[in-house]
């Protein structure tokens, strides 16, 4: 079975700084790894994705994610936060191995970020 | 920019009544799919289509949820009869293969 854990459930930083929301996923097979975020009664909006490659992902609005495989991390990081960044930030991974009926995305619970000035 | 199109936005119902929402995936996009959020959590997966055929609804309480994608474009997906439990945002995603998932506004419903 696969899984993601968030484990803070609010990051708060301030404007101006880095961020970081971290991410550990648990997966058999090749872990295709997503950042989506989600501003209040919104549906969720695609940021980045690793599936192979530079473990280096750059995305959406200033943002990106670093894949360590040692560590089965995935955590999201943008240099500056905005106060238009405060949002919730969801991790999901899926079994890049499985197609069909068994290529499920899970998701985290979630991270509240909020950037204050 | 071409977007996931979901409505109603918001429903209010009672318990016991028929809901339904509706879903047109951006064009082009095969697979589609149908996600419940519970405050405070993440999406989890109800149904998954490719094209007009159901590959996942291992996680649909059939007895009171259905969803049909009748001609592999959008979809309903319906819920009767409503339980206060079913309160949640209804979201729907689609997908063009089985990489990047694009999702919808949502519908959140509301049992009283």
């Known amino acids: 079975a696969q899984s993601v854990a968030q484990p803070e459930d609010q990051v708060n930083v301030a404007e101006g700084n880095p961020l970081t929301v971290k991410c550990t996923y648990s997966v058999s097979g090749n872990p295709y790894l997503f950042w989506y975020v989600q501003y209040p009664n919104r549906g969720l909006q695609f940021l980045l994705k690793y599936i192979t490659g530079d473990n280096l992902v750059k995305g959406s609005y200033g943002f990106e994610a670093e894949f360590n495989k040692s560590q089965t991390s995935f955590h999201l990081k943008k240099p500056s936060a905005l106060v238009s960044d405060s949002a919730l930030y969801f991790c999901a991974v899926r079994d890049g191995l499985l197609t069909g009926g068994g290529n499920k995305l899970t998701f985290g619970t979630g991270t509240q970020l909020k950037v204050e000035l | 920019e071409a977007e996931v199109a979901q409505s109603p936005r918001y429903k209010i119902t009672e318990k016991s009544q028929a809901v339904a929402f509706w879903c047109d995936p951006i064009s082009g996009h095969a697979t589609l799919y149908w996600y419940r959020q519970i405050l405070g959590q993440g999406p989890e997966l109800l149904v998954q289509f490719q094209d007009e055929s159901v590959v996942d609804d291992s996680q649909l309480p059939k007895d009171r949820f259905s969803a049909e994608r009748l001609k592999g474009v959008d979809s309903t997906l319906k819920i009767q009869p409503a339980e206060l439990g079913d309160s949640a945002m209804y979201l729907c995603?689609?997908?063009?293969?089985?990489?990047?998932?694009?999702f919808g506004p949502g519908t959140r419903l509301l049992v009283l």
């Open positions: 995603a689609s997908s063009f293969g089985e990489e990047t998932q694009y």
